[in-house]
């Protein structure tokens, strides 16, 4: 069955970094696009980035554009989310998803809390 | 990239139905035809409910529906049960690889 587990969250400064890691399983990784999704406590979800299949294309979310980096190790079955230059408003469970134009499986999330 | 408009909360009694509304743009809702919605439990990851504005994924009961009308999407919750009480989402793509979520709707069974 397909299987997306995140994990790397944590309780970060800011101004400083973060790795987040999704590993897949259940299915051919290398064949989907991958996305980041987030949520802010109590808040609503928000689509973050997207990576097609061989990672020949990316997109983000302006307000993480030039901060975050999504990428892939189809050897792996893994997605990330290299976060650089945390901010407050970066706190929040990071979901990965699989799919194109939508989200058919989702992980668990991870919480990222920036703070000082 | 602007958030969908959702109503903040829906009501119904059992048996009942609610619509919810997700209102955008002719760059996203209105432009495309990759309208998706998602159900959301408290504590749980999201669960995808219709894709595609209308489609259902296998397992997902057909007391939910999907429809549009230019730049808003709906949501429909036939025969409403005490399970269906939950968060729900709207997306849609927006063009140049970019998406956009709406704000989350309520749903509460009375």
């Known amino acids: ?116 | 990239q602007s958030a969908l408009t959702q109503p903040p909360s829906a009501s119904g009694s059992p048996g009942q139905s609610v619509t919810i509304s997700c209102t955008g743009t002719s760059s996203d809702v209105g432009g495309y035809n990759y309208v998706s919605w998602y159900q959301q439990h408290p504590g749980k990851a999201p669960k995808l409910l219709i894709y595609d504005v209308s489609k259902r994924p296998s397992g997902v009961p057909d007391r939910f529906s999907g429809s549009k009308s230019g730049n808003t999407a709906s949501l429909t919750v036939s025969g409403l049960q005490a399970e269906d009480e939950s968060d729900y989402y709207c997306t849609s793509y927006a063009g140049s690889n970019s998406w956009v979520f709406g704000g989350g709707t309520k749903v509460t069974v009375l």
């Open chain 1, 1 to 116: 069955q397909v299987q997306l587990v995140e994990s790397g969250g944590g309780v970060v400064q800011p101004g400083r970094s973060l790795r987040l890691s999704c590993a897949a399983s259940g299915f051919t990784f290398s064949s989907y696009v991958m996305h980041w999704v987030r949520q802010a406590p109590g808040k609503g979800l928000e689509w973050v980035a997207v990576i097609w299949y061989d990672a020949n294309k990316k997109n983000y979310v302006d307000s993480v554009k030039g901060r975050f980096t999504i990428s892939r190790d189809n050897s792996k079955n893994t997605l990330y989310l290299q976060m650089n230059s945390l901010r407050g408003d970066d706190t929040a469970i990071y979901y990965c998803a699989r799919g194109g134009f939508n989200y058919d499986y989702w992980g668990q999330g991870t919480l990222v809390t920036v703070s000082s």
